[in-house]
């Protein structure tokens, strides 16, 4: 049976968490089948049929699926299961609030941030924010997975010519009502989806001092983060946290700037590929983890660094 | 109006976690436990509309074994009124979680189900999305603001990229986030006061549930370890390295 994924997108373009879950999908199956539920979003629908390895999208056009509301969505994707062996969705905040009620609309687990793929029935995900992994085996007959993107490469926007079918929207459930969104206006990426993140903790001694993180942020395209210790100190709000009961991250590139290293912290960030870290301590447990270290006062080096940027930038 | 909080036992965010040597499982002998932190973070928000008279009682259930009452002892002693224990030994996973709890709210008729958004020992993130699609109530996952009016409430979410607003009629599951509140600590008073309020305890059994394994554990693994890499001596050096021989930057 074929493998389904439920595309993320803002109903203009595909988000790039859907392209990684493709490539996850492909890797369960080689007929892959996409849906999109969204409001006037047939580029959307485009994009996903030129993705590399698509055989059809399932395109529903509607009001009712405009904000992504998950009681608004579910029914559809119950409707589509019948023909699946597997439905995926990126673990981000969409998947994680309609797969679960898929699951048990279905009656079946749901199998949540696989990060790599044994079987058809054989997946691996950390547990205890990433200090253990579990390789488990799902005994129901559909899979419904959530995927952590940073674990699969993005497929392509391009190679493929997957037939598009439009199909009937779902009745309202009239469950929950869209009232306002207030999405973060930084050109920073989010954390959760950036390559590179700098991140500040209690050494940044206040929360204007973030301004020497931020300025190195912008030049490398980074997210800006922070260990729990600098939020509970208010130098920045919560969101910025990073770690077990944050943001969980992978970046290509995390700096820890400031940051001592507690469980907490390293739970959330450990399995970035390159790990930085500026510290006057040279003890501090961040050492055991990081690729490099630099030992020394970091009001100094931000400064040094932000320069030694600008040289290889321009 | 009645709220219902589940709250979990779990290991101590604190406590470092061990692999066991066997690959079974994660070392759980003689470790702190406590609740799970997105659990108090519900108790606090459900305790807190109990103080602004929005609520007049607070239901506190868990899942677990006997040792679960401790973690019910904490709800109460923060605030809830009475609590619920469905004994038993086997490890419940989300779906087995939300149908007991099914059973429980149709038996208490909560108008609302405070809980938490995940918890921190298997991380599934599952459960108060399940309820609320069994139930068909609706759901306020990831919530930062929670604002009760009347017979309907607006919840404010934590979404990838910012925040968005929902507005839902009672009754409705809403699973909290870290920025809702910060939740306190108990008194010594109320610890002791704690110990008089009633908790009934049942079996999955009586509610006529059978825990199933649907996801079998295979193996539990340490994450691969990273190896302490270098220091490096001046700022010039490790952009040197993370340019040319890295290519992150």
Request: aromatic content about 4%; glycine content about 6%.
């Amino acid at each position: 049976m074929s493998v389904l994924v439920i595309i993320e997108h803002d109903n203009q373009n595909i988000k790039n968490s859907s392209l990684n879950t493709i490539t996850a999908a492909k890797e369960i199956d080689n007929s892959v089948h996409a849906v999109v539920l969204g409001e006037n979003c047939s580029k959307v629908s485009e994009q996903v049929s030129k993705c590399d390895g698509i055989e059809e999208v399932f395109v529903a056009d509607d009001l009712i699926y405009k904000n992504h509301i998950a009681e608004n969505i579910s029914p559809k994707i119950v409707e589509l299961a019948d023909k699946y062996s597997h439905i995926l969705a990126p673990s981000s905040t969409f998947g994680k609030n309609i797969m679960p009620r898929v699951a048990a609309l279905l009656d079946v687990a749901q199998i949540s941030d696989i990060v790599s793929i044994e079987n058809k029935d054989t997946f691996v995900r950390p547990i205890y924010a990433g200090n253990a992994n579990l390789k488990l085996q799902s005994t129901d007959t559909k899979k419904i997975i959530t995927v952590r993107t940073t674990n699969f490469e993005a497929t392509k926007i391009n190679g493929g010519n997957g037939k598009i079918t439009k199909i009937e929207k779902n009745e309202d459930p009239n469950l929950s009502k869209f009232v306002k969104n207030e999405l973060n206006k930084s050109d920073r990426p989010e954390l959760t989806a950036a390559g590179i993140i700098i991140s500040g903790g209690r050494g940044m001694e206040s929360g204007k001092n973030f301004n020497l993180l931020e300025e190195i942020a912008d030049k490398l395209k980074a997210a800006v983060g922070a260990s729990r210790a600098a939020v509970d100190a208010g130098f920045v709000p919560n969101d910025y946290q990073v770690g077990q009961t944050g943001k969980v991250v992978a970046p290509e590139l995390y700096i820890a700037v400031g940051i001592s290293g507690a469980i907490q912290h390293l739970a959330g960030m450990k399995d970035s590929k390159i790990i930085v870290a500026i510290n006057k301590d040279e003890e501090a447990p961040i050492f055991q983890i990081a690729d490099y270290g630099i030992v020394g006062d970091l009001f100094k080096i931000l400064p040094e660094l932000s320069k030694e940027i600008d040289k290889i930038n321009s | 109006m009645k709220i219902l909080v589940p709250v979990k036992r779990v290991i101590d965010y604190n406590v470092k976690v061990k692999v066991k040597s066997d690959n079974t499982g994660v070392d759980l002998e003689n470790v702190k436990m406590a609740m799970n932190p997105f659990d108090e973070i519900a108790v606090e928000e459900a305790v807190r509309l109990k103080e602004k008279k929005v609520c007049d009682e607070i239901t506190a259930i868990s899942i677990g074994s006997s040792k679960s009452e401790e973690t019910l002892r904490t709800a109460l002693a923060v605030g809830a009124d009475k609590g619920i224990l469905v004994e038993t030994q086997e490890e419940a996973q989300p779906l087995e979680v939300a149908k007991i709890l099914m059973e429980i709210i149709n038996k208490n008729k909560p108008d609302l189900v405070l809980m938490g958004k995940q918890a921190i020992d298997d991380d599934s993130n599952q459960t108060g999305q399940m309820l609320s699609a069994l139930l068909n109530w609706p759901q306020g996952t990831f919530a930062s603001k929670l604002e009760v009016k009347g017979k309907s409430l607006n919840v404010t979410r934590e979404i990838d990229g910012g925040l968005e607003t929902l507005n839902m009629d009672l009754p409705a599951i809403i699973t909290t986030d870290l920025r809702l509140n910060e939740p306190r600590y108990a008194s010594l008073p109320n610890i002791m006061k704690a110990k008089q309020k009633p908790i009934e305890k049942i079996t999955p059994k009586d509610l006529n549930i059978e825990i199933k394994q649907r996801l079998k554990t295979l193996k539990v693994t340490e994450p691969d370890k990273k190896e302490a890499g270098i220091k490096v001596d001046s700022v010039e050096e490790l952009v040197s390295k993370l340019h040319n021989e890295e290519k992150v930057i």
